[in-house]
Nanobody, 117 residues
Framework: QLRLVESGGGLVQAGGSLRLSCAAS????????MAWYRQAPGKQRELVAT???????KYSDSVKGRFTISRDNAKSTVYLQMNGLKPEDIGVYYC???????????WGQGTQVTVSS
């Protein structure tokens, strides 16, 4: 059973930066496609960025050019570097792991990101 633990959230001013981390345990991290999702208050959870085992990265249009997803297989950790934060980036950020696109999804507990304008 893969366990995911996010950290690094917090309060930052608009234009600032945060680096989220998601540490995995209990499985072979390198076989998982990892992703970051976020959920703003009153909204559905949305996909922010993914990184495959390749690794190949993909981003939502709303964060492209500002956020960078990366992984360190030796540390079983995936990161999300967030620069140029905007109030619309506010939400709970969740780490996600899947072996295949339609396979079972593991989730972390989430970390809160708040951006003040």
């Amino acid at each position: 059973q893969l366990r995911l633990v996010e950290s690094g959230g917090g309060l930052v001013q608009a234009g600032g930066s945060l680096r989220l981390s998601c540490a995995a345990s209990g499985g072979t991290f390198s076989i998982y496609t990892m992703a970051w999702y976020r959920q703003a208050p009153g909204k559905q959870r949305e996909l922010v960025a993914t990184i495959t085992t390749g690794p190949t990265t993909k981003y939502s249009d709303s964060v492209k050019g500002r956020f960078t997803i990366s992984r360190d297989n030796a540390k079983s950790t995936v990161y999300l570097q967030m620069n140029g934060l905007k109030p619309e980036d506010i939400g709970v950020y969740y780490c996600n792991a899947r072996v295949t696109p339609d396979g079972y999804a593991y989730w972390g507990q989430g970390t809160q990101v708040t951006v003040s304008s």
